[in-house]
């Protein structure tokens, strides 16, 4: 039938058409994201090469770039300077993140659903929680000495307060009623924790979460640069200092950059799309109110 | 900070309108007061180690000793609390500035949003204290270094939410004021900055928060005679506890200050003067 072999390639077409223009405009919006990086790339590198800008103060890109691939060691990864860097400061930042969590969050849930032991410790929280984490250095570097255990010490008091505020916060926003609603339909404590206070807490908790391992992250880089003896991003930034050694010092912030992007993104970006959507159907922050 | 990280906002708690139960007056109070003298007795009576704990009597004596005129130099204390002000407000001064200026090129143009918006996103994960060591090569220990510690800390902030705030403001409005033969100018001080105003306030107040985290790191880092986070770093360097300790309540009750009392009333002011409420 002719009918039949017109309509056919057409279908083809129209089914090819679809895929190939997301492609396309994937790839066009990733284009013009990238552009203006590339050309700001460019005009730093331009600059420096044509001696606007003194090379040893501010290294062109390219030798930031075969700076970072020396330290990587590509050819023998056991013996990568910066995977090692890399390897402490995230082994530091998680542990400090895992023991803030494991406290913050038990206890967060004591204080939004005890409202007396809330008023009363309230003041002691607002002058704790805008307390810069890095404050305590000195404290621990007389106390412990230099090394993991102060880092640690710092780390975890800057995640501790973000997740224990918005653990508080995300148990107060749930509703007295469904409360009484669920208890009143006679479910016992562990199943009011699991069906109500889990899911309703969630979005909050996980955004403290987020901000916990944030400050983390970010209070590790001034901890390792104060208190670390030999290994970490911070350090290794410190450390490039007293050599004048700036293309490692930007290959330290590009690495710190990029992994916590990488762990905001990847890590709490997945973990927020599966537990939200999966308690919340729309897979919308506050979609539970 | 980033901008996901930060729709957790660290909202004042209010403690004036809390039912003040005496349960809750004397829990309060003995929350604070409690752990104070037992500290203090421990120490005095060699429970906890006084050179490690000193008790906190000797704590006060020594900020008192030090803000005086016979401290080491005369009236120490007041003099790391002032640089640390100074530099404060001089980054944050100038993130507002600057960042409402970018922030509104964003919000504004198209085209500056294609340019800038991939450039500020990669700069923004990047930790602010990690600028610190390129900054002291670049300009060396210095007030300017700290300034711009401060400065990176509160301006994308700034950036994000000025710019976000005039995306959210009506279209409508602008033709309006448009139709009625209001020039570019105009439009900018007559509509775009009210619209941002609340915005702009709510910048401030979170980009005052990390800019004070960020200024005792770089001054623990990059200061060389005053300052607070100077002050108890190098402290730490000749194991004066009782000068720690003192710094760090201080840098306590100022953070609660800056981030309750001082921003709190601004915000209370602009928003009557305003009319409008902030969004929490």
């Known amino acids: ?289 | 900070m980033s901008v996901e990280t930060s729709d957790v906002r660290l909202e004042r708690y209010d403690l004036s309108t809390a039912p003040f139960g005496a349960m809750v007056g004397i829990g309060r109070a003995a929350l604070i007061v409690v752990p104070l003298i037992l500290w203090e007795l421990c120490s005095r009576f060699g429970l906890i180690n006084g050179f490690l704990f000193p008790p906190p009597s000797m704590i006060l004596y020594k900020l008192w000793v030090q803000s005086g005129p016979i401290g080491n130099p005369p009236y120490a204390i007041w003099w790391h609390v002032a640089y640390s002000m100074l530099r404060l407000l001089s980054g944050i001064t100038l993130a507002v500035g600057i960042g409402t200026l970018i922030g509104v090129a964003l919000g504004m143009s198209r085209r500056a949003r294609l340019v800038f918006q991939p450039i500020i996103s990669i700069l923004m994960p990047v930790p602010t204290l990690a600028w610190t060591p390129v900054l002291l090569l670049l300009i060396g220990i210095d007030n300017r270094t700290t300034i711009l510690v401060v400065f990176l800390a509160a301006v994308f902030e700034m950036i994000y939410i000025v710019a976000s705030g005039i995306e959210m403001m009506n279209v409508k409005m602008l033709w309006v004021a448009q139709s009625m033969g209001a020039t570019r100018w105009q439009i900018f001080w007559r509509v775009i900055i009210p619209g941002i105003f609340p915005y702009l306030i709510t910048g401030t107040r979170l980009g005052t928060g990390y800019a004070w985290r960020a200024l005792i790191a770089a001054e623990m880092l990059a200061a060389s005679s005053y300052g607070l986070g100077f002050m108890i770093y190098d402290a730490s360097e000749y194991m004066n506890m009782d000068v720690i300790y003192g710094g760090v309540m201080l840098i306590a009750v100022l953070g609660y200050v800056l981030e309750n009392v001082l921003i709190g009333k601004i915000e209370a002011a602009t928003t009557e003067k305003w009319g409008v409420l902030n969004e929490r």
Not at chain 1, 17 to 37: D, E, G, K, N
Not at chain 1, 274 to 282: D, E, K, L, N, S
């Open chain 1, 1 to 289: 039938m002719p009918n039949a072999t017109l309509s056919e390639p057409a279908a083809a077409f129209a089914n090819e058409q679809r895929p190939r223009s997301m492609v396309y405009r994937a790839t066009a919006s990733v284009v013009v994201f990238a552009l203006p990086i590339i050309a700001f790339l460019l005009i730093w590198e331009v600059a420096v090469r044509l001696g606007w800008v003194d090379a040893t103060i501010l290294p062109p890109p390219s030798t930031i770039v075969r700076r970072g691939w020396v330290l990587l060691n590509p050819s023998d990864l056991g013996q990568s300077i910066l995977l090692a860097h890399i390897g402490v400061s995230l082994w530091r930042a998680l542990i400090s993140f895992a023991l803030a969590a494991v406290l913050a969050i038990p206890l967060g849930f004591f204080l939004g659903l005890n409202k007396t032991a809330y008023l009363i410790v309230s003041p002691l929280l607002s002058l704790l929680l805008p307390l810069p984490a890095v404050a305590w250095t000195p404290i621990f570097l007389v106390s412990f000495g230099q090394g993991d255990l102060t880092i640690v010490a710092v780390c975890f008091l800057g995640a501790f307060f973000p997740i224990l505020y918005s653990t508080i916060q995300g148990v107060r926003g749930i509703g007295r009623h469904s409360l009484w609603v669920v208890r009143s339909m006679g479910a016992g404590w562990f199943d009011i924790f699991r069906r109500v206070l889990l899911p309703g807490a969630l979005p909050t908790l996980i955004s403290g979460l987020k901000l916990g391992m944030a400050h983390s992250w970010r209070t590790l880089v001034a901890a390792e640069m104060l208190a670390a003896l030999s290994h970490g991003l911070g350090f290794m930034i410190f450390a490039a200092r007293s050599y004048m050694d700036v293309s490692t010092m930007f290959v330290g912030i590009v690495c710190l950059a990029v992994i916590g992007l990488l762990i905001e993104r990847a890590v709490f970006g997945s973990l927020e799309a599966v537990t939200i959507r999966r308690w919340h159907g729309t897979g919308k922050l506050g979609s539970n109110r």
